[in-house]
């Protein structure tokens, strides 16, 4: 199935039912006065977020959601009975936008989180609500209020812990075949990979964390060539960045170090934050060359960048040196969220206390 990031859709909430302008008319009782009841609240819209979604594809074919009306009011002081809610599904990751204004509405990042994106009308009064002293017979009502109207703008931004940047066949794929279980496509020509993949990489009891793959990268992509681009919101939260680069490319014009340096600047045009997020470089198939010359490669291609970060040499395809790169960042993973675990600690202790 194609991968569809992005959806918009009209959510349209149900009006609110009209008041009733009734009389109590029964025998015996000459002077029954108004009896109208209320009219019933209109359904709402609601957001839920599911964790068995993965994709925003279904929004392809259902774009227009309405909830109901409420019924009018009735006579005997009854009140009109309220509209059904309109409860849409969405993948855990979506970000929630009006597209008229821009505003950011919901992020959902938990499963069964609700959002209400389209409350509905309130149901008008009846005319028992407008007896007085002075007006023992009143004729009027209220309408219902109009349900909320508006086009929703769906985005959805994979749940990942680490995310995979590189060009095209630097061997993102066939690596994150060789550390988890997912399956994505694998072949000798560029843009084999359409759209994300996530793989699970399991690596004890109770160790694991997600890796995100996303289209390679081609100069310009920050001005919309090729596809890479529109994939890289889905790497927004991520706590860690690996660059794949292809160390030992079949085109002897191409150069690894001139690969990581375009790709650092496409990076930077599309966003400060993900250029300055912290990022591993990965110097891939290795495996194409002798053992004894691998070191002084590598270190060639580190020199000449002047790479400060952390480095780790593999091969996908043999698997060499994967599993000390996965434990290197289920290592990683596990101290940043000790330290954010004891930095929220103390905010709560300091909330106390000033409190």
């Given at each position: 199935?194609?991968?569809?990031?992005?959806?918009?859709?009209?959510?349209?909430?149900?009006?609110?039912?009209?008041?009733?302008?009734?009389?109590?008319?029964?025998?015996?009782?000459?002077?029954?006065?108004?009896?109208?009841?209320?009219?019933g609240n209109g359904g709402s819209v609601w957001l839920q977020a599911d964790e068995g979604l993965n994709t925003l594809a279904d929004f392809r074919h259902s774009r227009r959601f309405r909830a109901e009306r409420g019924e009018n009011g009735m006579s005997r002081q009854k009140t009109g009975g309220g509209g059904q809610?309109?409860?849409?599904?969405?993948?855990?990751?979506?970000?929630?936008?009006?597209?008229?204004?821009?505003?950011?509405?919901?992020?959902?990042?938990?499963?069964?989180?609700?959002?209400?994106?389209?409350?509905?009308?309130?149901?008008?009064?009846?005319?028992?609500?407008?007896?007085?002293?002075?007006?023992?017979?009143?004729?009027?009502?209220?309408?219902?209020?109009?349900?909320?109207?508006?086009?929703?703008?769906?985005?959805?931004?994979?749940?990942?812990?680490?995310?995979?940047?590189?060009?095209?066949?630097?061997?993102?794929?066939?690596?994150?075949?060789?550390?988890?279980?997912?399956?994505?496509?694998?072949?000798?020509?560029?843009?084999?990979?359409?759209?994300?993949?996530?793989?699970?990489?399991?690596?004890?009891?109770?160790?694991?964390?997600?890796?995100?793959?996303?289209?390679?990268?081609?100069?310009?992509?920050?001005?919309?060539?090729?596809?890479?681009?529109?994939?890289?919101?889905?790497?927004?939260?991520?706590?860690?960045?690996?660059?794949?680069?292809?160390?030992?490319?079949?085109?002897?014009?191409?150069?690894?170090?001139?690969?990581?340096?375009?790709?650092?600047?496409?990076?930077?045009?599309?966003?400060?934050?993900?250029?300055?997020?912290?990022?591993?470089?990965?110097?891939?198939?290795?495996?194409?060359?002798?053992?004894?010359?691998r070191q002084a490669w590598v270190d060639d291609i580190v020199s000449r960048l002047g790479w400060q970060g952390r480095v780790f040499a593999v091969s996908g395809l043999a698997g060499d040196g994967t599993q000390a790169l996965c434990a290197a960042i289920m290592d990683h993973l596990e101290t940043r969220a000790r330290?954010?675990?004891?930095?929220?600690?103390?905010?709560?202790?300091?909330?106390?206390?000033?409190?």
């Amino acid at each position: 199935m194609k991968f569809v990031d992005e959806a918009s859709i009209h959510v349209a909430a149900g009006d609110g039912g009209n008041g009733s302008a009734s009389f109590r008319r029964e025998k015996f009782i000459p002077f029954g006065g108004p009896d109208g009841g209320d009219g019933g609240n209109g359904g709402s819209v609601w957001l839920q977020a599911d964790e068995g979604l993965n994709t925003l594809a279904d929004f392809r074919h259902s774009r227009r959601f309405r909830a109901e009306r409420g019924e009018n009011g009735m006579s005997r002081q009854k009140t009109g009975g309220g509209g059904q809610d309109v409860v849409i599904q969405v993948p855990i990751g979506t970000l929630v936008r009006d597209e008229l204004t821009g505003e950011i509405i919901g992020d959902m990042t938990a499963h069964g989180e609700r959002l209400l994106v389209a409350q509905g009308g309130r149901g008008g009064m009846g005319n028992l609500h407008f007896k007085s002293s002075t007006n023992r017979a009143p004729r009027q009502t209220t309408a219902g209020t109009a349900g909320e109207e508006r086009v929703l703008q769906l985005e959805l931004q994979v749940l990942a812990d680490v995310g995979l940047l590189g060009l095209p066949n630097a061997g993102k794929s066939t690596f994150i075949r060789a550390v988890s279980a997912a399956r994505p496509r694998v072949a000798d020509y560029p843009f084999t990979t359409l759209y994300p993949n996530l793989g699970v990489v399991q690596l004890g009891h109770h160790q694991s964390f997600v890796i995100a793959d996303i289209p390679g990268l081609i100069p310009g992509a920050a001005e919309g060539a090729g596809l890479g681009i529109r994939f890289l919101k889905h790497l927004a939260r991520t706590r860690l960045l690996l660059h794949l680069v292809d160390a030992v490319p079949s085109d002897p014009a191409q150069d690894p170090v001139s690969d990581v340096q375009g790709l650092e600047a496409e990076l930077a045009q599309f966003s400060d934050d993900l250029a300055k997020r912290e990022r591993w470089l990965v110097l891939n198939k290795l495996d194409l060359m002798p053992v004894a010359d691998r070191q002084a490669w590598v270190d060639d291609i580190v020199s000449r960048l002047g790479w400060q970060g952390r480095v780790f040499a593999v091969s996908g395809l043999a698997g060499d040196g994967t599993q000390a790169l996965c434990a290197a960042i289920m290592d990683h993973l596990e101290t940043r969220a000790r330290e954010e675990s004891e930095a929220a600690r103390a905010r709560d202790e300091h909330q106390g206390s000033a409190e």
